[in-house]
């Protein structure tokens, strides 16, 4: 399948109705990521697309990036992560999108970056526990965005 025939990823993920999806609006929707190692590993999607943050009007720039500041805000808040990554990249994926990531010390990678080489296998226990405040995650960035 060529580039220009393949399904968009983003664009499928947002159609279908997931558990993934915590926030949207008529510009934006917020997923979390479904990463076993990374327990509240967040996603900011722009909804069309539109492949450089350039490419939006400066009101749409800001809306995203506030979404990204209160979303990285909500996971420092409920997470309690050592850093928090966030990043921008996505070369085969035509829409803007940031990656919002909760960094601890005892991660797979850390202290590399999430797509270096591992450095340690994953601590069940401290996954586990992790995983138990994405409930607690999905309201706080609900409440956030919505007020």
Same mark, same amino acid.
């Given at each position: ?31 979390? @990521? $479904?990463? #076993? +190692? ?6 900011? &999607? ?7 943050? %350039? /490419? ?27 850093? @928090? $990554?966030? #990043? +921008? ?6 829409? &803007? ?7 601890? %010390? /005892? ?27 994405? @409930? ?12």
């Amino acid at each position: 399948m060529t580039q220009a025939a393949r399904p968009c990823d983003l664009c499928t993920l947002l159609a279908a109705p997931s558990d993934a999806l915590v926030w949207h609006d008529d510009k934006l929707s917020v997923v979390l @990521v $479904n990463e #076993a +190692s990374y327990p509240g590993f967040v996603r900011v &999607v722009w909804n069309r697309h539109v492949k450089e943050m %350039t /490419d939006l009007a400066p009101a749409d720039r800001m809306h995203v990036m506030n979404a990204v500041w209160q979303v990285e805000a909500a996971v420092r808040e409920v997470m309690a992560p050592e850093k @928090v $990554n966030l #990043a +921008s990249f996505g070369n085969m994926t035509p829409h &803007v999108h940031w990656h919002v990531i909760p960094r601890y %010390t /005892d991660d797979v990678h850390f202290p590399n970056p999430t797509w270096g080489e591992a450095q340690r296998a994953p601590d069940p226990a401290a996954l586990a526990a992790r995983s138990a405040l994405l @409930v607690q995650l999905r309201a706080s960035i609900i409440a956030k965005l919505s007020s």
